[in-house]
């Protein structure tokens, strides 16, 4: 039977996961509420891949911003969108899902899956599906046309969970043929956090907003940006991402192990570990602060994860600092408006009601004022 998948999203790496699907092999159905993303692929009835300095076309089955058509008699759901999009995707997926079928979130940030998951249940969902996350992105990408993109680099081993934890595996076989590099986290939490994103985004483009507002032409953001002195600041906030983790049992590789395990560089500490990896030496800086590396990191990342360690009983500072500088330059309350305790149905649970929950996906009380 050929195989068949729907990815939600057109941006860089939903149009690289698509185009790269297809040349594999699979039947394509790509879609994206905002038509701008799509109108170039359709037109060109289907995307240009570039992979090592070769390009091929590579054509889908659907292009649409219907979601309930997209996902129709579709076992395997690949959403790759920014993470604060993911409520408005569970609302437009609830009501069309179906029995037996699985939604991987690609990345979840963190707590993306059970987020997914209260979504759709406090929306009428009965069917039994799966919700997974990514702990990241498969990809180095980027989009250089409206029907064209680039794949700059691939991850070695990207951690995946599911809801429940023991549908792991069956999400692994699925998978398999075309992303091998997906290996079973013991639960949600283990990706959540494992969320490299939220030490590599927010934090530089702090440090570098002046650059990003009045360098026209943009610089390059890992080699540029991330200075040795920026390089110690993520450093720390990595060392309490991985305190939070201790804190509920969950093992997580430091970002140093991260990068050689996901790209084979070398180097003697975090910056030049950075320096050394090729598959950043061509992404650039966002040209404008309004971008999903703050936008999307702070309340989809780091505020979870201080929200997390606050309830175990340790400290954040440096992840706070991150999150009220920011707040206050963007003037948004990332804490309120983010994936904080209260919005994740967690807030009344102790430690080790948490840890079930991600561990069981068992319902609990959202708030349902949240958007």
């Known amino acids: 039977m050929e195989a068949s998948v729907t990815v939600i999203g057109a941006g860089n790496g939903g149009t690289a996961i698509a185009a790269y699907l297809s040349s594999q092999g699979v039947k394509v159905n790509l879609c994206d509420l905002f038509p701008q993303y799509i109108t170039g692929i359709q037109q060109a009835s289907g995307i240009n891949l570039t992979v090592n300095g070769r390009t091929s076309?590579?054509?889908?089955?659907?292009v649409t911003t219907d979601i309930p058509l997209a996902i129709q008699d579709i076992h395997l759901i690949m959403v790759v969108t920014p993470s604060f999009t993911h409520r408005l995707i569970a609302k437009a997926c609830c009501n069309a899902l179906e029995e037996g079928q699985t939604v991987i979130l690609n990345p979840g940030r963190t707590g993306g899956a059970l987020d997914f998951l209260n979504v759709i249940r406090s929306r009428g969902c009965k069917a039994d599906v799966t919700i997974a996350e990514a702990q990241t992105l498969i990809y180095a990408c980027r989009k250089t046309g409206p029907s064209s993109v680039e794949i700059s680099g691939i991850k070695k081993k990207i951690l995946l969970g599911a809801?429940?934890?023991?549908?792991?595996e069956q999400v692994l076989v699925m998978l398999k043929p075309f992303y091998p590099q997906f290996v079973a986290a013991k639960n949600c939490l283990e990706t959540s956090l494992s969320n490299i994103g939220a030490l590599f985004h927010p934090t530089p483009l702090l440090l570098n907003i002046g650059r990003v507002e009045s360098e026209t032409g943009g610089f390059r953001y890992y080699l540029d940006g991330i200075s040795p002195s920026v390089a110690v600041l993520v450093k720390e906030i990595d060392n309490e991402r991985m305190a939070v983790a201790a804190a509920y049992g969950v093992s997580v590789l430091s970002a140093e192990e991260w990068l050689v395990e996901s790209y084979d560089t070398h180097g003697e500490d975090l910056y030049h570990l950075i320096q050394n990896n090729a598959a950043y030496s061509t992404i650039k800086a966002p040209k404008t602060i309004d971008a999903r590396y703050i936008t999307e990191d702070v309340p989809m990342s780091l505020v979870p994860i201080s929200e997390l360690g606050r309830k175990a009983g340790i400290a954040t500072p440096n992840i706070d600092a991150v999150i009220q500088l920011t707040s206050a330059i963007y003037k948004r309350?990332?804490?309120?408006?983010?994936?904080?305790?209260k919005n994740l149905g967690?807030?009344?649970m102790e430690r080790e009601q948490i840890i079930h929950y991600f561990e069981t996906g068992s319902l609990a009380t959202v708030d349902p004022n949240w958007h």
């Open 333 to 341: 309350d990332f804490r309120a408006s983010g994936r904080c305790l």
């Open 163 to 168: 809801l429940p934890a023991n549908r792991t």
């Open 346 to 348: 967690l807030d009344s």
């Open 57 to 62: 076309h590579c054509q889908l089955n659907l």
